[in-house]
């Protein structure tokens, strides 16, 4: 079955740096476009960024273009989120996601940016 692993959240201070990844498996990883999302308390979930199957393609939500890269290594069946220059509304729970089937989200990673 699909399975989404995210990984690399965790604690930070504005204006430091993470780098968040997703391990995918159960699908073709390679056919698929991959995004990010983040889910901030008492908010709706909102697309961070997006990346074609190839990966010659990305987009990023305007409140982390020039801050946030998505990016992906099809041979390694990974994703990766490199965040920086945090702001403390960045603070969310970030999830991967895959078109496949309908769509399939990851279980969530905590990013928390504070002094």
């Known amino acids: 079955q699909v399975q989404l692993v995210e990984s690399g959240g965790g604690l930070v201070q504005p204006g430091g740096s993470l780098r968040l990844s997703c391990a995918a498996s159960g699908f073709i990883f390679s056919s698929y476009p991959m995004s990010w999302y983040r889910q901030a308390p008492g908010k709706e979930r909102e697309l961070v960024a997006f990346i074609t199957a190839a990966g010659g393609s990305t987009k990023h939500a305007d409140s982390v273009q020039g801050r946030f890269r998505i990016s992906r290594d099809n041979a390694k069946n990974m994703v990766y989120l490199q965040m920086n220059s945090l702001k403390p509304e960045d603070t969310a729970v970030y999830y991967c996601?895959?078109?496949?089937?309908?769509?399939?989200w990851g279980q969530g990673t905590q990013v928390t940016v504070s002094s």
């Open positions: 996601r895959t078109e496949f089937r309908g769509g399939s």
